[in-house]
């Protein structure tokens, strides 16, 4: 079974920084558009940020300017940081690769920030 594994995360005041990492396989990550999404209690899921194979980015109105994706091709990661952290951006975090149809999910990871 394919996996993507996140790591970072975890608890952060208003104002400061996170890094949120995926890695996954090299056949998965060579051709798919990876991102992060992310659901708050209650709330529907959300589109954070993705970057195509090509490393076109893309962002949410909610994060541009705050966070930044990346890809490492050489270590099949994706990353977010996540800069100037607001109470709102509370939530857990997915990673996601997506190739035509076929999109593979991480467990998620939680980044809770308080005023």
């Known amino acids: 079974q394919e996996q993507l594994l996140e790591t970072g995360g975890g608890f952060a005041q208003a104002g400061e920084s996170l890094r949120l990492s995926c890695s996954t396989s090299?056949?998965?990550?060579?051709?798919?558009?990876m991102g992060w999404f992310r659901q708050a209690p209650g709330k529907r899921r959300e589109l954070v940020a993705t970057?195509?194979?090509?490393?076109?980015?893309s962002y949410s109105n909610s994060v541009q300017g705050r966070f930044t994706i990346s890809r490492d091709a050489a270590k099949n990661t994706v990353s977010l940081q996540m800069d100037n952290l607001k109470p709102e951006d509370t939530a857990v975090y997915l990673c996601?690769?997506?190739?035509?149809?076929?999109?593979?999910w991480g467990q998620g990871i939680q980044v809770t920030v308080s005023s």
């Open positions: 996601n690769s997506r190739e035509h149809c076929v999109q593979y």
């Open positions: 090299a056949r998965i990550f060579r051709d798919s558009t």
């Open positions: 970057i195509t194979s090509g490393g076109i980015r």
